[in-house]
Structure formats: structure tokens, C-alpha cells
């Protein structure tokens, strides 16, 4: 498994937008491996938001975040983003990234992962 850490979360308005970061210890490389995004809100299930793949080059989002949260990384610091723009209060959760049992297998489900990091959490008031 690989160590995970998040970063970047805090309070926000409406409207409103974060930046979250994850960085991955040694032997993960994002370069060559897809990454994952999810969230989990109080008495909730976790929500897959989205994932990245192909070295940077392909993203792929659940219906809830697509057109306001992007997903990147940089290969060069080995370092995933995760950038929230028109925050919700539906938005408030906790935001995990995570890392994939096989290299290039990644969808929206928990299932595809093994690594997790310890998440950060996002409160968006109204």
C-alpha cells in the first residue's frame, strides 16, 4: 500500500473554492499510475467524485461535481489536485485520494483502491 497524505481543506461560502492537494510517499509515481478522488459526508456513504489517468492526460467525474471540481497532478513533484470551484453546501465532506490496487485501473468505485490517505475536510457554508 501506499501512504497518502491530503491537504488544502478548510471553511468556504457558498460559491466559493478550495484547492486540495495529495501527495504519495515513495513507490507510488503518478506519472504511471491513475488516482482517485471521494468524499464522505456524515451519515453518508463514500462518493467516488472522480479519477485521473494516462499520466495526467484523461480525467473522468461523477455527475454531482462535473463542470465545477477538476482533477490534475504534477509528475514532476508527484503531486495530485483536486480544484473545487462554485462550492455547495452539499459539497461539505470529508475528501480522500486514493490510490489503486492495479496501476491503471481506476473507476468511481471504492473497490479500485487499496490506499488511502486520512482525508481533509471541506465545510461549505450558505
Known amino acids: 500500500q501506499v501512504q497518502l497524505v491530503e491537504s488544502g481543506g478548510g471553511s468556504v461560502q457558498a460559491g466559493g473554492s478550495l484547492r486540495l492537494s495529495c501527495v504519495a510517499a515513495?513507490?507510488?509515481?503518478?506519472?504511471?499510475?491513475?488516482m482517485g478522488w471521494f468524499r464522505q459526508a456524515p451519515g453518508k456513504e463514500r462518493e467516488g467524485i472522480g479519477f485521473?489517468?494516462?499520466?495526467?492526460?484523461?480525467?473522468v467525474y461523477a455527475a454531482s461535481v462535473k463542470g465545477r471540481f477538476t482533477i490534475s497532478q504534477d509528475n514532476a513533484k508527484n503531486v495530485g489536485y483536486l480544484q473545487m470551484d462554485s462550492l455547495k453546501p452539499e459539497d461539505t465532506a470529508r475528501y480522500f485520494c486514493?490510490?489503486?490496487?492495479?496501476?491503471?485501473?481506476?473507476?468511481?468505485?471504492?473497490?479500485?483502491?487499496?490506499?488511502w490517505g486520512q482525508g481533509t475536510q471541506v465545510t461549505v457554508s450558505s
Open positions: 515513495s513507490g507510488f509515481s503518478y506519472s504511471s499510475s491513475c
Open positions: 485521473i489517468y494516462n499520466g495526467g492526460s484523461g480525467t
Open positions: 486514493a490510490a489503486p490496487i492495479r496501476s491503471h485501473v481506476c473507476g468511481l468505485g471504492s473497490r479500485f483502491y487499496n490506499s
